[in-house]
């Protein structure tokens, strides 16, 4: 992931889910492109999150991974 200047525009270069996208900011202010890199970022995550758990929602009860830390599988097991 890059933030990357062409010609006078800052450019945005990411990977995501295993694809390039590349696309302009349309601003020559780096500052203005940072935030911009910024908010593309966060709602990516957001977007993965959000698919995630709507992923672990269709799973059938009982198949749903649990996630629970070493020490709380320890202390219920031994």
Known sequence: MA??????LWWIDIYHNGKR???????SDRKKAEEIYSKVLFRLNEAT???Q???ESEQPVG?????????????KHY
């Open 49 to 51: 999150l959000k698919s």
């Open 3 to 8: 933030l990357i200047k062409r010609s006078n």
């Open 21 to 27: 996208h590349r696309f302009s900011t349309k601003t």
């Open 63 to 75: 198949q749903k991974e649990s996630h629970i830390s070493y020490e709380e599988f320890y202390e």
């Open 53 to 55: 758990v709507e992923a």
